[in-house]
């Protein structure tokens, strides 16, 4: 016994009885005991917990990759739809020229990639101009083969005598 645990033993001793002292003594020594265990098994969990914690960090970083390779992929495919959707509208269109007579049928992939250049309010005026064009109007079956309808070939040098793509269209309507 320490010097300390001796005066410790007689002031316990004065105040409670040697029995008192040895029943709180024999306390004292599980209770530290149960302190020592509890401290060890808390340890234990503080540990596990520690690398639950690590290993659910390393999850959430795969996870997180996973996810922006998904989104990435997204992206693509949306393209990819825009894209499709997009061309299938100007092949549509394309083809509503064929059948009023304004474009040769063998020309349709050709104005497909043109109407495919086009940005979305261009494209729709475009088309609402197209679809408000009467069949019966069109002045050849075949469609426009070329544009010499809007210039003069006799005088190439007077510029005001030309008349405009307006003018050219009204002809033909």
Same mark, same amino acid.
């Given at each position: 016994m320490?010097?300390?645990? $001796?005066?410790?033993?007689?002031?316990?001793? +004065?105040?409670? +009885?040697?029995e008192?002292?040895?029943?709180?003594?024999?306390n004292?020594?599980?209770?530290?005991?149960?302190?020592?265990? *509890?401290?060890?098994?808390?340890?234990?969990? =503080?540990?596990s917990?520690?690398?639950?914690?690590?290993?659910?960090?390393?999850?959430?970083?795969?996870?997180?990759h996973?996810?922006? /390779? @998904?989104? *990435?992929?997204?992206?693509?495919?949306?393209?990819?739809?825009n894209?499709? $959707?997009?061309h299938?509208?100007?092949?549509?269109?394309?083809?509503?020229?064929?059948a009023?007579?304004?474009?040769?049928a063998?020309?349709?992939d050709? /104005?497909?990639?043109e @109407?495919?250049?086009?940005?979305?309010?261009?494209? %729709?005026?475009?088309?609402?101009?197209?679809?408000?064009?009467?069949? $019966? /109007?069109?002045? %050849?079956h075949?469609?426009? %083969?070329n544009?010499?309808?809007m210039?003069? +070939?006799e005088?190439?040098d007077v510029?005001?005598?030309?008349?405009?793509?307006?003018?050219?269209?009204?002809? =033909? @309507?």
């Amino acid at each position: 016994m320490t010097r300390r645990d $001796e005066a410790i033993k007689k002031i316990a001793t +004065s105040l409670f +009885s040697e029995e008192t002292y040895n029943k709180v003594a024999k306390n004292d020594k599980q209770l530290k005991t149960a302190q020592l265990a *509890a401290d060890n098994a808390l340890l234990e969990k =503080c540990a596990s917990a520690s690398l639950m914690l690590k290993t659910a960090a390393k999850e959430i970083r795969s996870l997180k990759h996973d996810n922006e /390779k @998904l989104a *990435a992929n997204v992206e693509e495919l949306t393209q990819k739809i825009n894209y499709i $959707e997009r061309h299938d509208e100007a092949e549509k269109l394309a083809n509503v020229m064929v059948a009023k007579g304004m474009l040769k049928a063998s020309e349709v992939d050709k /104005k497909t990639m043109e @109407l495919m250049a086009f940005d979305e309010e261009g494209f %729709s005026i475009f088309k609402d101009a197209i679809e408000n064009v009467s069949t $019966e /109007k069109i002045a %050849s079956h075949e469609g426009i %083969s070329n544009l010499d309808f809007m210039y003069s +070939s006799e005088d190439d040098d007077v510029i005001d005598e030309k008349p405009s793509l307006i003018d050219g269209v009204k002809k =033909c @309507l």
